[in-house]
C-alpha cells in the first residue's frame, strides 16, 4: 500500500505498510513534519516503515540520527515548541531510557508547568518484544513506565487498521507527546480490507470490543490481542465464548467498556506484553477493584512476561513469553473453576515460529 487514497482498493494491508503510509501521510500533509531516527534513510528504513522517505521528502526531513537519545530527543522537544512536529524513531524501545530526563521531565510537563501557553505536540515510536534472542537490554516493553506519567499518551497498535487510525489522529489533535510501541513479530502480519475498515470507523485512542463473548472478557495489548483472538477462536469450538477487548490505548483506559463487558461476563484476564508486577494488568485490577468487584464470578488472572530479565536462548524464551497454549489453559480454568477444566488447548509454545521466524539482528 503506497497511497493513502487508494486504501480502499487494497484487498490486504501489512503492519509495516501501514506504518509507511502513515508516515508518508504525516510528511507529505505538513511541512513542518519531520522524521528522526537511527537509520531512517537507510536502505532498510526502520523495518521497511521509512523506506525511501528521505529522497521523496528529503534528507533535511528524514534525518538519521547518531547514537545520542538523550540529546537527539531533547532536540526534538525543541523542534515541538518552536512549531515543528518530529516523530522520532527508537529502533528499540530499551534505547528510549536514556531519554527519560527529556520524556518525563520536560515534554510531558511543559504544558501543565506554563498554564498552557507550551505544548510539545511529537511522536515517539518505540519497537517492542522478541525476536532473535536479543536479551535482556533489547526486548523489554515499557508501555507501564510511560502510561504512569500524566501528559503523556501511550499506544499499543495491535493491528494495521489500528496504525491507520490512531497515527493520523494522534498527529493531527493531540497536542502533547504520543508514544506508541510497535511490536516488531507483527510488521510482516496482513489483515484484510474490512478488518481495517472495521478498525478505521472505531474511535482513536479508545479502546474496542474486537470480538464479543458471554463467558469471559479477555482484555489485551498488543500482540496480545491476536493471542487473544486465537484462542477465543479455538476455545469456541468447545463451547466456550470469550469477549475480546483491544485496550490499546494504555494510558487513557476506557474503563466503561472494561466494566460493561465484566458485568456481562463475570471473568477478566488481562493479557499484556510486559510484567505484570506495577503494570498495565495490575491497573487494570485497581479499576475493577474501585468500580465494581461485585461483578466478579472469580479472581482476576493475569498474564505476561516472567518477573525476570529476558533470557537470551531460545528455549528459555519460550518458557519467558506467554503463549497460545498456555493463554488458552489460563482463561479456561478461570471460567471452569479448575487447572483439570478437560478442555484440549492448542500446542503451541512460541509466538515466534507462528508470526515471524527470525534468521538475524534485524
Known sequence: MSESNGRDQVAQVTYREALASTMRDALALSERTIIVGQGVNDHKGTFGTTLGLHEEFGADRVV???????????????????????????????????????????????KYMFGGRFSVPMMVRMIIGRSWGQGAQHSQSLQSLFAHIPGLTVLMPSSAGS?????????????????????????DLQWDRRRVQEDLSRKPLSAAVVRPGNDVTVVATSIMVLEALRAADHLAQHGLDAEVIDLNCVSHIDRGMVM????????????????????????????????????????????????????????????????????????????????????????EASMADVYKKFKGPF
Request: charged fraction near 15%.
Open 64 to 110: 538519521d540520527s547518531p547514537l545520542a537519545e538523550e540529546g537527539l530527543t531533547g532536540i526534538c522537544v525543541g523542534m515541538a515548541l518552536g512549531g515543528l512536529y518530529p516523530i522520532q524513531v527508537h529502533i528499540r524501545a530499551d534505547f528510549a531510557l536514556l531519554a527519560m530526563n527529556q520524556l518525563v521531565n520536560l515534554a510531558a510537563k511543559y
Open 163 to 187: 496504525i491507520l487510525a490512531n497515527y493520523p489522529a494522534a498527529i493531527a489533535s493531540c497536542d502533547g507527546p504520543v508514544i506508541s510501541l510497535e511490536h516488531r513479530l507483527m510488521y
Open 260 to 347: 460493561d463487558s465484566l458485568r456481562k461476563t463475570g471473568h477478566l484476564l488481562v493479557a499484556d506484553t510486559s510484567w505484570r508486577a506495577y503494570g498495565v494488568s495490575a491497573e487494570i485490577c485497581r479499576v475493577v477493584c474501585e468500580e465494581g468487584p461485585q461483578f466478579l464470578k472469580a479472581p482476576v488472572e493475569t498474564m505476561g512476561m516472567a518477573p525476570a530479565s529476558c533470557p537470551t536462548a531460545k528455549a528459555l524464551e519460550d518458557l519467558y513469553y506467554p503463549n497460545l497454549t498456555t493463554l488458552s489453559h489460563r482463561i479456561c480454568a478461570l471460567v471452569k473453576g479448575t487447572e483439570h477444566h478437560g478442555i484440549t488447548v492448542p500446542s
